[in-house]
């Protein structure tokens, strides 16, 4: 591994790129040209602590998943991706061709164990890959049936939503994560044509698009009015799974609050039994990648 080589290019290659390139906000000052660490850090999904290291030429060999985030991050052609996996003494694996659609084993079984909350899996272009009885209840009926994508769902209005305060930001976050997928995954035909369906569709969407949203994963709170469970105050939380470029969300309530009440309720209903813990609680529906 040629540590300086690698620090110098990574230092290289941020202060080469600007905000806008990466769908930044333009106009704050700037003490220095290019992006900061935090900003590629967070675009590549890892530790700002970790990244400083690499460029200090101080750091563990990083490993292809952290490469392959690194050259999404700082936006770096073919050739500079193999030059980075090279200096950092790893062979490079091919570029990826198109979003992830097929839900690994183990992340199907994870669902299974989280009888009392709600979990979908959604691949980089937010078509949904997996999904449990409980988020299925919470999020519609209609969920991984009519509904395959919630980009199509919030922006176009595919299947049935319930209202829910977290509307406007959800429809931020993603529009921030399919440029993100725009930008990685520039030859997959379906996601090109989910950005136009979606450009032709909603105003709102086009407009969105044009600001460039930053949004990383993370923590959200949010109360949604489901028809037979009430008012509900929920958390929303998301667990990546970086070699897929997907993301897990589990929907959960406070511990001892009226919502864990009423989503213990819920989950009995659907699940069957007293516990929330019938066999229907194992059944985690996978949809099949389309041919």
């Not at 970790?50 to 991050?73: F, K, M, T």
């Not at 994963?217 to 469970?229: E, F, I, Q, V």
């Not at 667990?239 to 511990?255: C, F, H, N, Y």
Request: glycine letters at 8%; a positive charge; charged letters at 25%.
């Amino acid at each position: 591994m040629a540590r300086q080589e690698l620090a110098r290019f990574l230092r290289d290659r941020r202060a080469a790129l600007r905000p806008h390139d990466v769908g930044l906000p333009t106009g704050v000052p700037r003490r220095t040209p290019g992006l900061r660490r935090e900003e590629v850090a967070e675009l590549a999904h890892m530790s700002v602590d970790y990244y400083v290291r690499l460029e200090q030429a101080r750091g563990p060999r990083p490993s292809p998943r952290i490469l392959d985030g690194l050259a999404g991050a700082l936006r770096l052609t073919p050739a500079e991706r193999s030059h980075l996996f090279r200096l950092a003494g790893t062979s490079a694996p091919p570029p990826a061709t198109g979003a992830v659609r097929r839900v690994r084993p183990h992340v199907a079984r994870m669902l299974r164990r989280l009888p009392e909350t709600g979990a979908i899996v959604t691949d980089a272009a937010y078509g949904i890959v997996a999904w449990n009885p409980l988020a299925r209840a919470l999020l519609g009926g209609d969920l991984g049936q009519r509904t395959t994508n919630l980009a199509r769902r919030r922006f176009l209005g595919e299947g049935r939503m319930y209202e829910s305060s977290g509307a406007e930001e959800f429809g931020h976050i993603v529009v921030a994560r399919l440029r993100r997928a725009a930008d990685r995954y520039p030859h997959d035909p379906r996601l090109a044509a989910l950005l136009a369906e979606l450009h032709a569709g909603s105003a709102e969407f086009r407009r969105l698009w044009e600001t460039g949203p930053v949004h990383a994963p993370g923590h959200r709170t949010k109360t949604l009015d489901h028809p037979t469970a009430g008012s509900l105050r929920l958390n929303c939380d998301v667990l990546l799974v970086p070699e897929d470029d997907q993301e897990v969300v589990l929907i959960t309530a406070d511990p001892g609050s009226p919502s864990a009440r009423a989503l213990r309720r819920l989950a009995t209903t659907v699940c069957g039994g007293t516990s929330g813990r019938g066999p229907d609680c194992q059944d985690v529906a996978i949809r099949e990648p389309a041919k």
